[in-house]
């Protein structure tokens, strides 16, 4: 069986669902596809920063959220000290929100097909047709039988281990700083907390300090999200068990946060950061989220660099036809400087020692800890001129210029 489409996107999360319906509203023949069967689970934090609330209410998606939960900041635990860190505000919405992906995926999906686009689930990609470097078909496996589709654009947003990336070109580099994460779910009578919670001081069964975070998102439905996530490079591997330090971490929490039974659906994953990734594009076709390494070092979130990049391909698509060369460009310039400085700040991190000696000096301060938060949440617009924002692309330029490889290079 062989279909033609204009556009079709592989990976129906967040950034392949509002890729979709992007491009469903400017009129372009969608076809949206994914390997699983919706509704699925997705290893995920959860968590939406403002920065994502921000896309979501351009998809309009804005009062669908708050009918869920809203947090108005980042309650900061760790070396002796608890701070409650409010949203920054200015060009990002002062609010946040958590929902669990097994439910915003499927929403968003759900939209992307009331927008207009044909979806498919169940669809592996195993292959691709080119005409030089043009993708010009794709070919899944669906219920055990090879499924032709040709299109004449192609969006990749399969997710960190990008399978059809690869089969592409996509080359992911472990010389820069990557995330190992897991998460859980458990009962709290703090489910409806308007604060998200982030325990800076991670440590393992041992009382050892590693070089990552915990954290507690409220979900609103009589359940939080408990899970941590730890840095590490090629140099200084993560050398910890993430299912079993859940158990560790809950422990330690439980009394806190009214934490009840033990931690449930447990899941892990590798996170390629900073846009550590080489070959995000052809002619005709380009990785997004994920895929493209689109996940923040400093706070490992990624649902909004993915439902970002959707918009900003989309665009793309209707200027040009060819955007081999274009595509890099633009994610270079919206993220190159901030995930270079980030991966380099993360970097650091995974130093051993480091973190024990610096991270007390920084909770004793909220103005400081305050200005982190807008930095490490990447809560800063182009159009924002005050002082920090000016010293966070100072930096990111001087970083941009020491990389041996930058961002999606």
Known sequence: MKVKTDLLVVGSGPAGAAAATWAAKQGMDVLLTDRAVFPRDKTCGDGLTPRAVKELQGLGLGEWLRGHTVNQGLRAHGFGQRLHLKWPGGAFPDWGSAVARTELDDHMRTLAIDSGAEAVDGAEA???VRHGERVTEVIFRRDGEPWNVECKRLIVADGVRSPLGRMLGREWHRDTVYGVAG????????SDDPWISSHLELRDENGENLPGYGWIFPLGNGRVNVGLGALATAKRPAKLAVRPLIDVY????????????????????????GGAVSGVSGPNWGLIGDAAACVNPLNGEGIDYGLETARLLVELFTETDDVSGAWPDVLTKHYGEGFSIARRLSGLITVPGLLPTLGPIGMRSEPLMTLALRWMGNLLDESDRDLAARLWRWAGRRSVALDARPPFR
């Not at 998460?183 to 703090?190: A, F, H």
């Not at 809950?250 to 950061?273: C, H, I, N, V, Y």
């Open 250 to 273: 809950a422990r330690l929490r439980r009394e806190d946060f009214q934490l009840r039974g033990t931690p449930q659906d447990k899941a892990s994953a590798l996170l390629p950061m």
């Open 183 to 190: 998460r859980s779910y458990m009962e709290s009578g703090m």
């Open 126 to 128: 195993i292959d691709v």
